[in-house]
């Protein structure tokens, strides 16, 4: 089965002084010049733009190719035009969304889903080949639902989301608006309960939902587990990296961040704007503040108020973390020292008792 | 391609008689008041039942609207009709188990899947569309392949298995009866096994398979690979979380219990009833004994004994753990303490040697 | 939707000398005898060939049903034909390709898969139903493509490139030739780029891609992100398990081997032939030398120069860190030492100032 070849957008194309319209930045230097793109200072051809948002990149200015670039202040170091702004990173985030390609989008409903008679669909759905839908489920406007995804029984899904390939969304769960969920991620996949009789695991059907509140981003091949009673709970602007495992009943605070692999076990209460470090780990039924930032590979085994930051495993404070990991390799030196003192301290004491 | 509406079956509703007679318990209070769910003693609402596994939680009992409780003892806290059983734990399974819906079952075998003819269909299989099963595959009776499933050549299933989206088993593995395998899993991947010949690394084909026994339970997400020859062995009874990795010719014991995140190196041997905390590693061709405890994040790096608990990188046994890491944040101490002493052993030898 | 039955080879059958010729090596006894397959010493059954490439594992040679085994010296222990070669681990690889069944092939372009007409399919693809490609994408001669695989728009893929079922290539990612990915991996998803605006997170559009170059295996389940600007690059012969997260503008050098569940953070360089152990996790912007090899569970925080053997966290050399690990268990009789060493010495000092 083939779809027609679509007629490709000429590539968008702007002069330096609609950039920095769109960026809220002052030009210094020719307004005029075409720009047709964003790049790396490194990897900018002539006709893009670039942006310095660190200055240990500051070399790079002077050897780039780009036709303008963005910064904080002014520099002799590059010679084109330069556009001023607060944030240059910000102004990055804005300008590549204006250059970055839509997300395709197959046109309506393909007629090789497959879509239960009672699920609601709303307007400019765009549902490719290969879509399963299940009974009751609702798509709010504009939601892309890539190949391979399935929505399973009840699932309500939000205006504008964006459903990449192969994710399954199991019975039931809540997505909100403009939330993305990127390729092989399984939400709703039953939490790990179970009781020991005897030898034997019981299982404990899992009786909750996910819910995804709107503005949440989910990387690929997550896993976030229904509740057993209630909700699994990923409240508004969380970011997820890939990998991430987010055991039954957790609640992440709004606007959180997670990096790549962690695994957050069950009944976990992690507060606002919390930053976790790749591939930590935190244990059940504790409580993360707000505003915390836990270190990479770090090991939870206790609450953690707000507003700290730590490291290590078990969790200490980030300063100490670094004292303590500095002088871990010292321990044979420590060995030999403290042998050394014995052994003076004895020949002290025998000088003593003569 | 749509599915008629299927007629919703009125919801399950038990008085509490019923209910105690299912869990085998005793009724203390009014039997005749109608049970229409199950849920936590915070969100349980006017009809539901909920239970107390853990005294930790015993104010949430006056606090709950919950119509019944299950719990271990009477108490006086909770002022309506109880129900007193020996292990409230397994009393919840069993009646989530009640009140849980059924797993959605496709109407026997979708025209929209793909079965080569060469395959077996026990009795009452539910082949959702987009599912693929390869030739030669034995699916057995009861059982349910949801959308997205791969099937590979000579496959055996076993009957009443679930086998949720996008799981993919790969040629020749075996699932017993009972198995639930949840969404994006990958049974029967190659095991990674490569030889170096001078720089390069030269694949070695992988000719075992997977045999995963009866009542077994696989989180989504995880990867089990084929045995380099013979068998990756999951036995009788095993759950696994999400996102575990285990690699080839690993055997795992009868009842063992993986929490999410562990890797399990090649040739490991895990005992029975042994549970891996999250995100551990195990290097290869360890044995892990029986009834064996590891906790979180541990790095086993030496076999360990029959019913040992143990913590750490490298493993040790936990209460050792324990002090240790409790003593990990006094190395800055240890360091100014070691210095003194040095100062003062020295100032008291040049005392002595005067 | 049937496939008819495909008429079995027979399997493949040789004559030890065929396997002499086949491996290099120079039998010792009856060149004459027939060998159907290869298996471990274990497992071997009359009519197969097994091979001795640990001197650990010599017991198994008088133990054996082997009809023939093939390892670097002449030994009494098993006293049917011998085959002598200066690497049987090579010799494995080779003969277990030779006996591994074909990775199975469906004949030609399924018209249940889905293949935009703008794209390019090679001689000899092979293109399961429930595959999806989208406009633009051009695949390779003799490529199979399993079902449920997603091919973004303006893909490339190359020649004899095996993609296994429910794998993900978002749009303009590029592989190259002899490629295998293993099921449920997700190739070109968004590099985790976000700016806080505030509170918020504000997204930043990756424009960049995924370029997978000749002779790479990607395992199960792996992640890995397209660049913001620029490529994230595998480069030939590197070979990763299952689970590992590669993120964006990462570049991983040539034959560079990745076990299980690594973790490799934004625009970290890591050199050639460098092996990572199962678990490790690298910090962002780091470069690891050609050559490295890194111990399971690592956590490294700053740049490891070519050559260097490390582990821990944060890694020190791995000699280093066998003796740390070693002495962490001793930081409780270090604390007991040091008291009794400050009272000795505080008696020292009080009897000195009598």
């Excluded at 409903?109 to 879509?115: H, T």
């Excluded at 879509?131 to 399973?152: C, D, H, R, W």
């Excluded at 179970?194 to 690929?220: H, N, T, W, Y």
């Excluded at 770090?298 to 002088?327: C, D, E, F, N, Y």
Aim: aromatic residues 6%; neutral net charge.
């Amino acid at each position: 089965m083939t779809r027609p070849i679509s007629k490709p957008e000429p590539p968008p194309n702007f002069s330096l002084r609609e950039i920095a319209m769109i960026v809220g930045g002052e030009v210094i230097g020719d307004e005029q010049v075409r720009i047709r793109g964003i790049n790396s200072l490194e990897l900018a051809e002539r006709g893009e733009i670039s942006f310095l948002t660190n200055s240990r990149f500051k070399e790079s200015l002077a050897a780039t190719s780009a036709t303008a670039v963005i910064l904080q202040q002014q520099t002799p170091l590059f010679r084109g035009p330069q556009v001023i702004v607060s944030n240059p990173r910000i102004s990055h985030a804005r300008l590549a969304a204006v250059f970055a390609p839509d997300v395709p989008r197959f046109p309506g409903v393909s007629d090789r889903s497959f879509c239960h008679e009672s699920c609601l669909l709303g307007k400019n759905v765009s549902v490719y080949p290969n879509v399963y839908i299940e009974e009751g489920a609702v798509i709010g406007e504009e939601t892309v639902l890539f190949p391979g995804v399935y929505i399973g029984g009840g699932v309500r899904i939000g205006n504008r989301a964006v459903i990449y390939p192969n994710v399954a969304i199991l019975r039931d769960c809540r997505i909100g608006n403009d939330v993305i969920i990127h390729a092989g991620t399984v939400i709703g996949s039953d939490g790990f309960g179970f009781v020991r009789d005897g030898a034997q695991s019981i299982k404990i059907p899992q009786l909750g939902i996910v819910q995804i509140d709107d503005r949440v981003e989910i990387g690929a091949n997550n896993c976030i587990d229904r509740a057993a009673f209630g909700r699994t709970w990923i409240r508004s602007g969380v970011k997820t990296d890939n990998l991430v495992q987010i055991a039954h009943n957790v609640t992440i605070g709004e606007d959180t961040v997670i990096v790549a692999q962690v695994g957050i076990s069950g009944s976990v209460r992690v507060g606002r704007q919390v930053v976790l470090g790749g591939q930590v780990g935190i244990a059940d039924h504790l409580e993360v503040g707000d505003g915390v930032m836990i270190a990479s590979q770090s090991g939870v085994a206790k609450s953690i108020a707000p507003g700290q930051v730590v490291s290590g495993t078990p969790t200490m404070p980030h300063r100490l973390w670094l004292r303590v990991s500095g002088l871990l390799t010292r321990l044979p030196e420590y060995n030999t020292r403290l042998r050394s003192l014995e052994k003076r301290v004895k020949e002290l004491e025998e000088t003593d008792e003569e």
